[in-house]
Antibody, heavy 118, light 110 residues
């Protein structure tokens, strides 16, 4: 059974960089038929697609975040990562990693709350 | 790229049917048959309920169905049950390898 697990600091100071890692277990991140997503959800609000990475390293980002986001993949560790720079309180959210199977996310991590505060 | 429009809330009594709409544009919902629906219970990760407008993943009850007309997709839950009470989100392909979600609808089973 595929499992995804987010990890990283739960508290980040304003103007600093948010860094999260998603560890994939029970399957290979190198499978050619899957992509890997980051999605976030501010408290009490809806879902927002952040971006997608393919195992080859190809990336696609939400235009509204593109200038601040970098998603990378480490196939040797079966992990992919998110970096979001210059964070503000508006970046406070539960961050999810997920597997994209073509046109939909079929496996999700449990999510991790990241709070931006001094 | 703007969020898809969903009603904030919907409700129905047990056994009834309820339909949740998801309105986009010709650049997303109307342009592709790549609309998905997700169910999210409080404190939990979203769960895929419908993909590619009408398809149901294995294990999802056939009480859940999807459809689309022009720029609006819909999720219908028939024979409402207490466990269907949750937030529902639509998602659509928006071209150029981009994806957009709806704002979410809170479904209440009365």
């Amino acid at each position: 059974q595929l499992q995804l697990q987010e990890s990283g600091p739960g508290l980040v100071k304003p103007s600093e960089t948010l860094s999260l890692t998603c560890t994939v277990s029970g399957g290979s991140i190198r499978r050619s038929d899957y992509y890997w997503d980051w999605i976030r959800q501010p408290p009490g609000e809806g879902l927002e697609w952040i971006g997608t990475i393919y195992y080859s390293g190809s990336t696609y980002y939400n235009p509204s975040l593109k200038s601040r986001v970098t998603i990378s993949v480490d196939t040797s560790k079966n992990q992919f990562s998110l970096r979001l720079t210059s964070v503000t309180a508006a970046d406070t959210a539960v961050y999810y990693c997920a597997r994209r199977s073509g046109t939909y996310e079929d496996y999700w991590g449990q999510g991790t709350l990241v709070t931006v505060s001094s | 790229q703007s969020a898809l429009t969903q009603p904030p809330s919907a409700s129905g009594s047990p056994g009834q049917s309820v339909t949740i709409s998801c309105t986009g544009t010709s650049s997303d919902v109307g342009g592709y048959n790549y609309v998905s629906w997700y169910q999210q219970h409080p404190g939990k990760a979203p769960k895929l309920m419908i993909y590619e407008v009408t398809k149901r993943p294995s294990g999802v009850p056939d009480r859940f169905s999807g459809s689309k007309s022009a720029n609006t997709a819909s999720l219908t839950v028939s024979g409402l049950q207490a466990e269907d009470e949750a937030d529902y989100y639509c998602s659509s392909y928006a071209g150029s390898n981009m994806w957009v979600f709806g704002g979410g609808t809170k479904l209440t089973v009365l």
